[in-house]
């Protein structure tokens, strides 16, 4: 493997000599489950919260029991699709292992005339069945992780990528602006779980087409690889100071999928629309963290802990003290993403005037006008539930 | 059971003394599995076609690989949801059974102001979820089915809708208008798909919120009870000549669901907005539908076949030429959706204005307009992937 590939340059991923593949069993969920600096009652009644009887809903706004019922639903579907074939197989399907649930396809592959036309055929499958963002890159196997973690023995299992899938697809589903609006809350972890459904469905469908078509197809949702890097590498968007990514269409409001595939395709090219040096000059989202897990300094090449990865120069979230916060609230949490100033409704246009000016030297009177006007507090979820 | 109920008057459904409960065997796809009268090859093979190593792909226009490809992977998660107790317990969830993968709810309902407040609640959840249209209305036997059809027997079996649910909710999830421009094509089948698992992600999400706030809820797509008349007496919309839901926000372009529930709702009141009497001077169905399966006379109280409800005052189609066109075809039609003169974009504020005018005595110039100004010829689907 090469640390280094000609991508880097449209991407600034600025990778060195020290950079390893990140091993799935360091991710912040998975440690919860072996590891004792992490793993805590919190943690496990955070998990088992998702499910009704466990919920510990309160009297707190936004932590009730409506609140705590409309987000375990939103989960339903997805945890059914993950669940399969969790108990027999030990397969944790879009979060630790890619989807299997898939249906014979064709054996011969539909003759394109082009990549070019194979791929407007994919994006018009894709509209169709509700992809909300797609892009494509080269398959990079820097991002693939080294190592799968096993939920029944707690040890690494083999990542069963096949390695001879050239193109990697990547998809981004919106997240609901006004349930995350009013993050911390249990409800708006509802945002989460309906992004979640909306990604498995979409991941199944879509990848299904691919193997109808006659191509061979993988879909991963959270599993098997790191999805920002990929993403950033095929032009969805580029990563903020919050380490998440941030698109041109819905901010950082979004969840990520990606589909490997042998099906020949253009390979799109990394979008610059000026985040990282508006990031540089803002940090509303770490000042915003509770958990202070955002640093306020510059991209460092030194990981915090096991659970960043190593060997590139990048903005790094503390996720031990991110995690310890979604436990001690019972929710997952996303300030980062309900503050940051790219969190607007880009259909309209004044939001994509802000978008363009704040790609230009205005940007620093952009970040003034962002905290002027837009005070991104919490909404609270009684206004979201009367609304 | 009672044949005659107040909200006739409002739905203007007019039932006799002869009425009975309809049984899904007569149901035409059931007949298909046990009536030699409407089992044949091509029905058998209309059915595997929605599987790739079957789809018997041609090289007419809409009937290609791609065509087949799309449309068989926009059922597929419905497919996967549908067969999860298939095979084990006889269950074909959302077609001829409820859905039953629910996980645990709460044990005590949430105490809700009043009806309004627990309506409201449940709106705003349908909204971030997804739902399309949604409406209330009572329990009304006539419109349960008298049994279920078993595919493992092909024998009656009981339908087990508890009775002490006084609350069906009914959902309807838009159908692509693009995709529907091109029937007849397998092409076009992805709209009815994409409809269905849509409906199939919906119906299972808020059934477990509902059960999550401690409530019962039945989930049920096409199974259990004819979803046409509960639509209609929830107040999404009028039945037309071509004996579907015409619907104010999507026209007849929409798949149906509903669910079974105590939790304490509004009732919703039947809409009227002149489709009945705009369908008495509009033969664009009947005259477009290829095996003259729509009437072009008047309402009837005279069933065709066992297909068609009995002692009830309806347009009523011949189910057995309709289902004979779909083999003939290997792919559903909808040609009746795409020429009626409510498929249009409700957006679009002329689209309104003719809604509005095609209620009032000047409905036969809407129709003529409608006539004049929309071919609703066929789309190629060559067109539709280029679009």
Redesign the interface.
Known sequence: MKNRLPIDAKTGFDVNDDFERFAQRNEIYCRSEWDPEIASDAARKFFDGH???H?RARKADGFG??D???R???W??T???RD?RRADDDRKEGFFDTFS???????EP?PFDSPESGT??LR??AE???VGLMGVCEYDERWVYESRFSEKTKQDKPVDIPDDLPNVIVIGEPM?I??TATVPSALSG?ATG?GY??DT?VL???S??I????YRAVASMNDSALAIPLAAQAGLGEIGRHSLLITKEYGPRLRLGKIFTDMPLLIDEPSNFGVRKFCEICQRCSSACPPKAIPASAPSRTPHSVSNLKGILKWTTIAEKCFRFWASQNSDCSICIRVCPYNRDFSRWHNRVWRRLAATPLRKFMLQIDVFFNKRGRMSSRN????
Not at 101 to 107: L, P, Q, R
Not at 384 to 387: G, K, V
């Open positions: 499910y009704m009887p919920a029991q409506r705590y019922a409309l375990n639903a939103s339903h579907v945890n059914v699709l399969l649930c898939h249906a014979e396809g064709w054996d539909y407007a055929n018009r499958a169709s069945i509700g609901d006004g349930l509802s309906i459904t909306h469905v199944l469908t879509l299904q087409y193997r109808n078509l006659g979201w539930w009367r609304s």
